[in-house]
């Protein structure tokens, strides 16, 4: 075959498969994806039974333990907003108040039901909040 | 001392624009004394920022808590092995450390390559210390590690470092990570040479192929000692989250490794001209890119920061990088055209190709969903969260195309392999995968996993075919030498160092994938609440709830269960987990209640690790019962510290200080502190369990074990004599170029 048209073959071969690659990643990035919702925007659009990601900053003397069960309040930094979250299972060791977190909630009427090992936490110290900064 | 350390990050900049200045001067006028003189401004700047280093250290080890980075990242209680390391578990000492290893790599290969390389050289010079400059530049304006507070503000004790980062692998994690990042930069910065200075050769790129390799040791060391870190301390039984901050190191280490194996086909072809350039230039931004998104706090991660100012200035150097580098590729594309096509796809170049095109686009999986929160808010309004399952659609199978073409490169021939050569080298591995697999198939239940069969399968395949060439190695050269087998093995090895370097590395990454598949294809994990005397059953095991502990010691207090764990009665095991909760650096809290503050906890895990399986386990303090005498504790002292106070008003505060110790106020706080944790070991309190069991992790450890000798090996100087036929080798080869 004439090694011009092998190359124009590899070369179209080769594009097909990063367009594929590409539209997969990209279907896939929006189908298995959930809405990361702030506390303000979390009370705007929830309705029992739904599921959602919570993210916003652990407002401070909120945090309260109760046999297995940690509950706590999140707020989004921008609003004055609050969710209160009744979270089972094991709090990862960077939780404690003002610090940023993400966990996956369960509307049940209007309570909000933390999932079990979803909640992750920013790190601190090397990851110290800088001045200035509201949480 | 915080003015001469200020004085002297203010002089390491001014270092940095003279030697910019003198390198592009001297390149562009042909003065060699200013160039020697923009590389002897990367010597001084080496020295200048270690004497800064070893000014911050000394503030640490005195406890100079007039530094604002000393009084908030450790105590006078600070163990001295944390307060050395403590530097870089700030901000600004992160800044201090990234100027200064920067500077240390620079000078080294600025040093070997003082007699090469002389057009490249002060370009390169001036991009190492425009890259170092931008980080002294932060480190002055953004985070200087040596603002100091007044007297009169200078706290006593100092905050401590964060518990969860007083662990070993952590404390070495960021060095390592770093060092990989500024090593990076270095063939970043001699491909921007070559590029301006049209010297495309191969030269560039072998004075530099070392410190490419030592980036790629250094980032991936440091990779594994973040996961052992994450695995053993962090409490959630994993080692990989898919973090964007844990992939924003993954990225560069993929991108540098398609670079050090595609330079080969350059060197050894003079192909993929463009293809190196564009690798090196990517894996240096995104080596920015990463440190960008740990300081920026742009994402939301376990790792990123809070909030910071940093990151505008990291998204100029960005976009003047890529801009930049895409400029001079293009100006350049004629000279960087291939000597030489590929001729089939049935070759070493061909299988090297689609390995990095394989790389590349794992890097560019991992960016995608990486960067997608902020990609749909731009898109939809609304951040969309992705985690692990936007991930592995694609990570695997490329993954496992990875193992497959890991296992074929080095025994397929150069330009074209024929049929004979086909069977010669891929009988017997072909022949050992697919026969581990039937073994799996039939003897395990590792068919309910396909995905992770197939993984066990080809890492099967890429071990037999690295097998099979050291032996094949070895007994050619036993045949020469009539050495021992072990003799020949090391010689063979110890002459062909980057060659079967490589191979063991490739050993390592087939044992490292077959612990990350099984581990966590087959893994059980359960929550529990347990009393204690309970059980529960976790894959096969099971852990039985023995006893509360609880230990009170000066730096903190630890709350923990003992947990027997036995497989079909027979004892396997006993796991000690705890809790440990260090006291707050204010008493906001109480005076008793500071010392059970959840916020300054961390988890002690307890493992067990063997070469089959792990069995791990963490257990949550469960604290209400306590909370009552807490509560009485904190009134209590809060009455009789108010008391000492009234009584002691009209004393000076060293006084009244002196009166309280004498009066036995902390005597009796300690004794009633230690009263509250002995209730804990008396009651039947349940406490919550998180229990994993966790097949061949172990593998994973020792696979990383492996590449990293490997890549030790690679980067070892080869014996002289060695070294003078390579380099006649490359002589001959320049000689061609220029001819």
Not at chain 1, 8 to 29: C, E, F, H, N, Q
Not at chain 2, 27 to 35: L, P
Not at chain 2, 270 to 275: A, D, H, I, Y
Not at chain 2, 522 to 538: C, D, E, I, M
Request: aromatic residues 10%; contains cysteine; glycine residues 8%.
């Amino acid at each position: 075959m004439d090694p011009n048209r092998k190359r124009a073959i590899r070369l179209a071969v080769a594009l097909s498969a990063a367009v594929l690659l590409a539209g997969a990643l990209v279907y896939v990035s929006f189908s298995a994806g959930r809405d990361e919702l702030t506390a303000k925007q979390l009370l705007n659009r929830a309705h029992p039974g739904g599921q959602y990601v919570l993210a916003g900053t652990v407002v401070r003397g909120s945090v309260r333990h109760d046999g297995a069960t940690t509950y706590f309040s999140v707020y989004d930094p921008g609003s004055a907003v609050e969710v209160a979250v009744a979270y089972t299972g094991i709090v990862p060791d960077p939780f404690a108040p003002g610090r940023a977190v993400m966990v996956n909630v369960t509307d049940t009427r209007g309570r909000f039901i933390g999932q079990e090992n979803s909640l992750t936490t920013k790190c601190p110290s090397k990851y110290q909040v800088a001045a200035g900064a509201t949480a | 001392m915080g003015q001469l350390g200020r004085a002297i990050l203010l002089l390491d900049l001014g270092v940095c624009l003279y030697g910019i200045v003198v390198s592009i001067y001297g390149a562009r006028r042909r003065r060699q004394e200013w160039v020697d003189s923009g590389r002897r401004a990367v010597y001084a700047l080496a020295a200048l920022s270690v004497i800064a280093f070893a000014l911050l250290e000394v503030a640490f080890l005195r406890n100079d808590f007039s530094f604002k980075v000393v009084a908030d990242t450790s105590s006078v209680t600070t163990p001295i092995f944390y307060k050395l390391t403590a530097p870089w578990s700030s901000q600004q000492g992160s800044l201090l450390l990234w100027v200064t290893l920067s500077a240390l790599w620079s000078s080294l290969v600025l040093f070997l390559t003082r007699k090469r390389l002389r057009e490249i050289a002060p370009y390169a010079t001036a991009v190492l210390l425009g890259l170092a400059g931008f980080f002294a530049s932060l480190a002055n304006f953004g985070a200087n590690p040596f603002q100091t507070t007044p007297p009169a503000q200078t706290p006593s004790f100092g905050n401590g470092l964060d518990p969860l980062l007083m662990h070993p692998s952590m404390m070495f994690h960021p060095p390592m990570l770093y060092s990989g990042y500024t090593l990076m930069a270095i063939p970043l910065a001699f491909a921007i040479g070559a590029l301006i200075t049209g010297r495309l050769g191969s030269e560039w790129i072998r004075d530099t192929r070392r410190f490419a390799l030592g980036a790629w040791l250094f980032l991936g060391i440091g990779i594994v000692l973040g996961a052992r870190w994450s695995y053993t301390e962090l409490g959630w039984g994993g080692y990989w989250g898919w973090d964007p901050v844990e992939n924003a190191a993954l990225m560069p280490w993929l991108m540098i490794t398609a670079f050090i194996h595609s330079i080969q086909i350059q060197e050894k072809r003079g192909m993929l001209k463009v293809w190196n350039v564009s690798l090196v230039i990517l894996a240096g931004t995104l080596a920015i890119f990463g440190t960008f998104l740990v300081r920026s706090g742009v994402l939301d991660s376990i790792h990123a920061f809070g909030a910071s100012t940093l990151g505008i200035p990291f998204i100029f150097l960005l976009a003047v990088l890529l801009l930049g580098s895409i400029a001079l590729v293009l100006r350049r594309r004629e000279s960087l055209r291939s000597d030489h096509r590929i001729d089939s796809l049935l070759s070493r170049e061909a299988m090297f190709l689609l390995q990095n095109l394989v790389l590349v686009a794992m890097v560019f999986v991992i960016f995608w969903v990486t960067l997608f929160p902020l990609i749909s808010q731009a898109i939809t309004g609304t951040k969309i969260s992705v985690g692990p399952p936007a991930f592995t659609p694609f990570i695997v199978p490329l993954a496992m195309i990875l193992v497959l073409l890991t296992g074929v490169g080095p025994m397929i021939s150069w330009r074209r392999a024929t049929v004979a050569n086909l069977k010669r080298h891929f009988v017997f591995p072909v022949g050992f995968g697919l026969l581990v697999t039937l073994a799996l198939v039939l003897g395990t239940g590792a068919a309910r996993k396909p995905f992770a069969l197939i993984m066990f399968g080809l890492c099967s395949f890429l071990i037999a075919s690295v097998a099979q060439e050291i032996f094949r190695g070895t007994a050619a050269r036993r045949a020469a030498t009539h050495d021992a087998w072990a003799l020949s093995l090391v010689a063979l090895i110890r002459r062909n160092r980057r060659r079967y370097g490589g191979y063991i590395a490739h050993l390592g990454l087939a044992v490292m994938l077959i612990g990350v598949a099984a581990s966590s294809s087959f893994q059980h994990s359960r929550n529990a609440t347990l009393r204690p005397g309970q059980s529960v059953k976790v894959g096969g095991y099971v852990f039985h709830y023995v006893h509360p502990t609880a230990v009170a010691a000066a730096e903190k207090i630890a709350f923990g269960a003992v947990i027997d764990v036995t497989r079909g009665g027979q004892h396997v095991t006993t796991l000690r987990t705890d809790q440990g909760f260090y006291p707050a650096a204010t008493n906001s809290g109480g005076f008793i209640g500071q010392f059970f503050d959840s916020a300054n906890a961390d988890s002690t895990i307890g493992l067990d690790a063997g070469p089959l399986r792990d069995i791990w386990s963490v257990a949550a303090a469960n604290l209400t019962p306590l909370a009552g005498d807490i509560n009485r504790g904190n009134a209590v002292f809060r009455g009789y510290w108010n008391a000492l106070v009234a009584k002691t008003a009209h004393m000076s505060a060293a006084q009244q200080a002196a009166y309280i110790s004498r009066a036995g106020f902390w005597t009796a706080r300690d004794v009633a502190v230690q009263g509250i944790v002995a209730q804990y070991t008396k009651h039947a309190y349940p406490i919550e369990f998180l229990l994993i069991v966790s097949p061949l992790v172990t593998w994973l450890w020792s696979g990383a074990l492996i590449i990293a000798i490997g890549g030790l090996i690679s980067l070892w100087p080869a014996p002289l004599a060695v070294r003078r036929r390579s380099f006649a080798v490359y002589r001959a080869r320049l000689a061609r170029e220029l001819t």
